[in-house]
């Protein structure tokens, strides 16, 4: 892998070799495997927490309601009584929250196989975190950044581990800008917000890859986004909340770009993987190709360092 492999431009994949209906039969067992999934108590990441308990992986959900997980839990349970399911509370929101939940992880557990940075926030009004984020970086962008790097050690001594970032494709309207990561001096606009924190997601994504190319049996680091799919993260938004339902795919059609990101023994550093339909809105999960921004190098290193200032979470 090479830095040249993140600066092509955006272009449908033509006779994708990936092509292929994937699903979760393609998963193989997972006996062994130690799996952190952020957000697993709804959504997508209930559903990826559930097909990876399916297969026998320690499925560890990182989830702000803990009641709420619990009873996910029991019907994940009640569905495959063997479920090794490990329900820990993680405010992405606070960056105490993140360095609490990585210490305990870190003295409970000698492997972490697969990081599955899932959880998020989408056109909510307008709010700062803890630490004075703007709500939807912050979530989206910066707790997961400090997570992974708190993790990182772990990660690094695992064989083969992977990290897997969330993005969306509404990163293709995002352009960050730098001088106001936290809306202190514009007009605060939540989906503007919302698609630069996902773009804010490939930036770590394309980076960390570069980061670690030449580092051997370092983790692989992938990126997915689940085309539009019906969950409760539009419920902040009338109009997506309104026309979603009238076109999107179900969870587990969803989640299945994140799985295969996760799982896929063919994928690489720096693959993103998507729907292959009709502007990637729906379909199988495949490998797609992001904006001409999101490979934009400086843009990349700038939002690296930015996020290590303020995060105080050095790689």
């Not at 998963?27 to 297969?55: F, R, W």
């Not at 989830?63 to 709420?68: A, F, L, P």
Request: net charge positive; charged share 20%; proline share 4%.
């Amino acid at each position: 892998m090479s830095s040249s492999n993140f600066n092509y431009k955006y272009t449908p994949l033509k006779n994708n070799k990936n092509m292929t209906n994937w699903s979760a039969q393609n998963i193989p067992n997972q006996s062994g495997k130690v799996i952190i999934v952020t957000g697993a108590s709804s959504g997508l990441g209930k559903e990826i927490a559930t097909v990876l308990a399916s297969k026998n992986a320690t499925v560890v959900m990182a989830v702000r309601n803990i009641e709420k997980a619990q009873g996910v839990a029991s019907e994940i349970k009640q569905a495959y009584p063997s479920a090794n399911l490990d329900i820990r509370k993680l405010e992405l929101d606070s960056l105490n929250s993140v360095k609490e939940f990585a210490s305990n992880f870190l003295k409970d557990y000698q492997s972490l196989d697969i990081l599955i940075n899932n959880a998020g926030v989408m056109a909510c009004p307008f709010s700062l975190t803890e630490d004075g984020f703007e709500i939807q970086m912050g979530v989206n962008h910066l707790g997961h950044f400090a997570l992974t790097g708190l993790l990182m050690p772990l990660l690094e001594k695992t064989k083969n581990s992977r990290i897997v970032a969330t993005s969306s494709i509404a990163h293709r309207r995002g352009n960050i800008d730098f001088d106001d990561i936290n809306w202190g001096k514009r007009k605060y606009s939540t989906m503007k917000a919302y698609s630069d924190s996902k773009l804010a997601n490939l930036y770590f994504t394309y980076e960390l890859a570069r980061k670690l190319e030449n580092k051997p049996g370092a983790p692989m680091v992938v990126a997915a986004h689940p085309g539009v799919t019906s969950t409760e993260l539009s419920r902040h938004s009338f109009i997506f909340k309104t026309l979603i339902p009238l076109f999107a795919q179900k969870e587990d059609k969803g989640a299945l770009p994140t799985l295969r990101a996760a799982i896929d023994p063919e994928a690489k550093s720096g693959d993103y993987y998507g729907p292959d339909g009709f502007m990637e809105l729906g379909g199988n999960a495949v490998i797609v190709k992001s904006t001409p921004l999101s490979y934009d190098t400086a843009k990349a290193a700038k939002l690296w360092e930015l996020s290590e200032n303020v995060t105080g979470v050095k790689y």
